[in-house]
């Protein structure tokens, strides 16, 4: 554990300059938002909510293109090498990418929860309603780790899509690009025949497995 410490906090101490801009221009957006819920009359504040949304999904894109930059950027700078030659599994490589990358996504989900309830305050409970958010019963409760393993798949399956083009080594940004698109192609298929927890799950365990066995046993720094 002592190795996987030390991996995990040179993962963060590398990204810390780029996560400290991301939050602050998240923050500070947030703020603007905040005060224009403040300055919007009751019968205009429906607006709000799709700029909520909007500017939180184009957060979100930054850490998604972080699922494969992380991993394209070490065999760019060359400094593949030096992991590949580190005394720790190898899957602690990933784990430790994996979880910076889920970690930056949960501190701007956690800034725009901060957010929408100090707007729910500032518009005195017009906003939205409160009380589905939160209450928290059994399906609600699958229902968030369904999302939170959704999140974890979709940065697995970037992992899995990056190492296969690595692997096959002619075109890689081509292979890496369809394999992405024909992983998140079967991802919506199967959601559509089976129940979403039981399928999220397998999904993600599957995505977990193959991506491991890709870094241990195919994808080399040569």
């Not at 939050?23 to 909510?49: R, V």
């Not at 909007?54 to 992991?83: N, V």
């Amino acid at each position: 554990m002592h190795a996987f410490r030390r991996l995990l906090l040179t993962e963060i101490r590398n990204r810390r300059n780029v996560l400290w801009i991301l939050l602050c221009a998240h923050i500070l957006l947030n703020i603007a938002i905040i005060f224009l819920t403040s300055h919007t009359s009751s019968d205009q504040l429906s607006y709000l909510m799709s700029l909520n949304i909007t500017l939180l999904c184009a957060m979100l894109i930054l850490p998604f293109l972080r699922s494969f930059s992380t991993w394209r950027d070490e065999w760019k700078q060359h400094s593949i090498y030096q992991l590949f030659v580190l005394p720790v599994p190898r899957s602690y490589l990933l784990l430790t990418k994996s979880f910076v990358i889920l970690l930056e996504a949960c501190m701007i989900f956690t800034i725009t929860a901060i957010s929408l309830w100090i707007q729910y305050k500032v518009s005195h409970g017009l906003l939205f309603r409160a009380e589905p958010l939160i209450t928290i019963d059994g399906p609600k409760l699958l229902f968030i780790i369904s999302i939170v393993l959704s999140a974890v798949s979709i940065v697995l399956l970037c992992a899995m899509s990056l190492f296969i083009g690595q692997w096959v080594g002619k075109l890689p940004l081509l292979l890496t690009f369809i394999s992405f698109v024909a992983g998140l192609l079967l991802w919506f298929m199967v959601f559509s025949l089976f129940p979403y927890f039981f399928t999220v799950l397998m999904l993600t365990i599957g995505l977990g497995w193959f991506s491991h066995f890709l870094l241990e046993k195919k994808v080399y720094a040569e």
